[in-house]
């Protein structure tokens, strides 16, 4: 089992910023992707970020150029640097965590933290 705390979520204007973290514990297997969806209000999930162990990191459209995603191995943590956010960004935004092994694939969510952009 694999735990996914996030951190980081609040309220902020439109043009500021925010940095989520996503801490994972448990049975970490060292390669592996960990990734930021998000889910508003009345629309489906969607990934917004996501970089594997090695560093390959793969954006969102409408957050490319605003939204920075790195992760700490030796901490087993990511992160989400969210700028200049707009009031669409608005969402619970959730840690995801996938790896791979003996050809099982394990996913993990985390619970999720509230990122409100006020206009």
């Known amino acids: 089992q694999v735990q996914l705390v996030e951190s980081g979520g609040g309220l902020v204007q439109a043009g500021g910023s925010l940095r989520l973290s996503c801490a994972a514990s448990?049975?970490?297997?060292?390669?592996?992707?960990m990734a930021w969806y998000r889910q508003a209000p009345g629309k489906q999930r969607e990934l917004v970020a996501a970089?594997?162990?090695?560093?390959?990191?793969n954006y969102a459209d409408s957050v490319k150029a605003r939204f920075t995603i790195s992760r700490d191995n030796a901490k087993n943590t990511a992160y989400l640097e969210m700028n200049s956010l707009k009031p669409e960004d608005t969402a619970v935004y959730l840690c995801?965590?996938?790896?791979?092994?003996?050809?099982?694939?394990?996913?993990?969510w985390g619970q999720g933290t509230q990122v409100t952009v006020s206009s």
């Open positions: 970089i594997t162990s090695g560093g390959a990191t």
């Open positions: 995801y965590y996938n790896t791979i092994r003996a050809r099982q694939t394990y996913v993990y």
């Open positions: 448990g049975n970490i297997f060292s390669i592996n992707t």
